[in-house]
């Protein structure tokens, strides 16, 4: 009996974890709330922009510096992406750990499997 009542608390706990893993879905307005937590963030990319130094910004909900929320892509990891500059205008979900710079919400991109284009 008490295996079985073991075997069901540890089962419980790692479904809880699993589920709690999740990224959850918000909005660029909501990202600053949600910074240290990993989660996704959906709307219409404002504006793609690259500065001099080969960092790439893709902006949500405003152009800088008005935006609500951005995602960055560092230079060292600019050739694992192709076609960024293609996301203007349309509805894309960035996932990730959102953490705030200079007060705006950020995700850091590192892989092309957090960007989904939605429209």
Sequence with gaps: MRFIAKLFS???L???LAVSAQAETITPKEAAYYAGDSA????VVSQVSTSNGGTTFINFDGRYPNH???AV???KNAGEFSGIHSLEG???AITGTI???KGKPQIILRSPS???ILK
């Design 10 to 12: 540890t089962a419980g």
């Design 14 to 16: 790692a479904l809880f």
């Design 40 to 43: 996704t963030v959906a709307g």
């Design 68 to 70: 609500k929320f951005y």
């Design 73 to 75: 892509l560092f230079r």
């Design 90 to 92: 349309r509805t894309v």
């Design 99 to 101: 953490e705030l710079y």
């Design 114 to 116: 957090q960007i989904d």
